[in-house]
Every structure is written in C-alpha cells, then in structure tokens.
C-alpha cells in the first residue's frame, strides 16, 4: 500500500522542481491502494510543492453548454476525476473563473495565476492559465493518464491557430462568483472531430525531442511533461502539417519536426 511518505519519495524522484508550477492531470484508479486514499495523494502533493504553485484542471465543459449556462464556481463539479474534485474544495485553493476550461491552483501567485480567464472566449487562449504554464516554464504530469489528456496540447493548436478546431460563433454562458455575481462569459468550443483522441500520436517524439519522460507515482504511469518544450516541439510539427492530428494514425518512425 502506498503512503503520503512514499508518494513524496516518488515525487521527488520524477525530477519536479518544487518551487516551479506544477500542473496534474490524474487517474485516481491506476496509482493503486493508497492509505487515507484520494486525501493522501493531495497531501503528498501539496507538500511537495509548498513553495510553488500546484494546479489542477476543474473542467466543467461536459456540463456547462448553451442549455445549462451558469457556472458556478463555488459548487459547480468538475468533469475530470476525484482528485481535481476534492482539490478544488480545500482551504486556500483558487478556482479560475472559465465556464468550461477553469483550472484550480494552490501556493504561491495562485491568484494572479487564475485570474481574468473568463475574459477570454477560447478554452485555451495564450493569455489565459493555460498559456501561463508556458510563460512560467511549468511541469505537466499526467498521471496514470496518456496525451490524449494533456489540455496543454488543445491550446498549442489554438495559439498556431489551426483551423476547424472552435465554433465560429459563441455560447452565452455565465459565471456566478460566490457573492453571486454573475459575469456574462461569451464562449467559443471545441468542434468537429476527437481531436484529443489523436494526441497520443507524438508521444515518441516529446520523449526523443527530450520534451517528456517516464516515471511512476504508485502504480501509476506518468508522464513528464516540459510545458515549453512541448509547445515549440508541437507548434513545429503542426506548422510543418496542420492536419497532424486529424487522423489516428501513427506517425511515420522517422518522423522529425525540424526537417
């Protein structure tokens, strides 16, 4: 069974700085039994990155749509597992304000860290949280989890500008903040294919472009991700082939994003 010390020796050892800013995205399930459960793993977390910035996604797009519009950012449930569910709620964390695409951060510059993403109409704009892993040079861990889960990947796209990737027109959607006001948040979404399901296609090369390596966190599979790295590994790739994850093909063995 694992526990919070184990898990803290196996965070250490993924090569995390811990003063940095940390993004998961996790499957619960694959890190396996851990004593105190769910809690413990936020814990662990949270002491390893006391001194930096910890963030989880708290997405709400499979809810929040033109025919249910109000998010809430108090209550409103996330979308993307227990752990960003039961972080979301804990004592000092900060839940940005975008109705689909909000993520929670906890420790230092949590508050500018999350702050204005509802001023955006794009889930991944460069000026939202999203585009401030990049700015701040972040790790991203997928725990448990492959590419396919990596939002980072979505805003790349957004930022090359790839084209058929959000509507054309906007959802009215709105945010109550916890004193009950409510922001109007005009939103563009995500449309056409599974875009995502396609992710997993370059994950040999983020590890060869020393973008992303392997390690464990329990039982769980993760995957290191340097957010910089992998966004001018990526932007490359689509600006050389913009339809790169249209398919769910793999990519030729020699492919090479500088070529």
Known sequence: MHTQASLLQQLQQLGIDGKGTLLMHSSMKSIGEVEGGADTVLDALTEYMKEGLLVLPTHTWSTINASNPMFHVESSPCCVGILPELFRKRPGVVRSWHPTHSVAALGRDAEAFTKDDHLFDTPCARGSAWGKLLDRQATIILVGVDLKRNTFIHGVEEWVDIPGRLTDGHEQLCTVLPDGTKIQVPSRRHCGLSWSEHFWKVDEVLER??????????????RVCNAAKVAEVITGMLRENPDLFSDNEPLDDLYDHTR
Request: without cysteine; proline residues 0%.
């Open 209 to 222: 472009e020393g973008a992303m390596y392997k390690r464990k966190l329990g039982d769980a599979v993760v």
